[in-house]
């Protein structure tokens, strides 16, 4: 079964660092782009950053300079270092895989989640 | 980015209902469009992408169209599963593919 199960979110304090796991079964992470998205309490989604299959890797401006993401081909895990943790990053935190073709791109698996909360 | 307006926000129907939901590009996206289903505590699922094209497993009463600017999901002869939010997502901004603010569907 194609699937991924995200994890290591929790409780943080402001400043902090967290990093996110997102282990893939069924597909290689490395055959295909893989991305970060997330959902802050009550709002809407939000694409936070890509890795592609050629390693380069891109960001939302929210969180440039702040968030690095990685993939371990060999453990087939995607992950989300989030460092200098602010509190509007607190969000439901989905790893999505990207689905491509000549004209269209989507993100055609998704996980379930880890909540990432930032407070004193 | 490219931001991008769903319309309604919020929807009240009843099961065997059928259902349309807006969504409108600042500029246009041409067929790069995509409609996303999502429950609480649940992953989102991929609906439709490239504006009519059905993913695998969804049934047949979702249909999308639309290009350019201005894009659709209908949903025929709504099922109790069916009640959730719907996003829709462009992918032509690469790589930050946008999101509308959701639509949720209600039962009445």
């Known amino acids: 079964e194609v699937q991924v199960v995200e994890s290591g979110g929790g409780l943080i304090q402001p400043g902090g660092s967290l990093r996110l796991s997102c282990a893939a079964s069924?597909?290689?992470?490395?055959?295909?782009?893989m991305n970060w998205v997330r959902q802050a309490p009550g709002k809407g989604l939000e694409w936070v950053s890509v890795t592609h299959v050629d390693g380069r890797t891109d960001f939302a401006d929210s969180v440039k300079g702040r968030f690095i993401i990685s993939r371990d081909n060999s453990r087939n895990t995607l992950y989300l270092q989030m460092n200098s943790l602010r509190v509007v990053d607190t969000a439901v935190y989905y790893c999505?895989?990207?689905?491509?073709?000549?004209?269209?791109?989507?993100?055609?698996?998704w996980g379930q989640g880890t909540m990432v909360t930032v407070s004193s | 980015d490219i931001p991008m307006t769903q319309s309604p926000s919020s929807l009240s129907a009843s099961v065997g209902d059928r259902v349309t939901i807006t969504c409108r590009a600042s500029?246009?996206?041409?067929?790069?469009l995509n409609w996303y289903q999502h429950k609480p505590g649940k992953a989102p699922k991929l609906l439709i992408y490239?504006?009519?094209s059905l993913q695998s497993g969804v049934p047949l009463r979702f249909s999308g169209s639309g290009s350019g600017t201005e894009f659709t999901l209908t949903i025929e002869s709504l099922q109790p599963e069916d009640f959730a939010t719907y996003y829709c997502q462009e992918s032509y901004s690469h790589p930050d593919y946008t999101f509308g603010q959701g639509t949720k569907l209600e039962i009445k």
């Open positions: 999505a895989r990207g689905y491509t073709g000549s004209n269209f791109d989507a993100f055609d698996v």
């Open positions: 500029q246009s996206v041409y067929s790069y």
């Open positions: 069924g597909f290689t992470v490395s055959s295909t782009y």
């Open positions: 490239g504006a009519s």
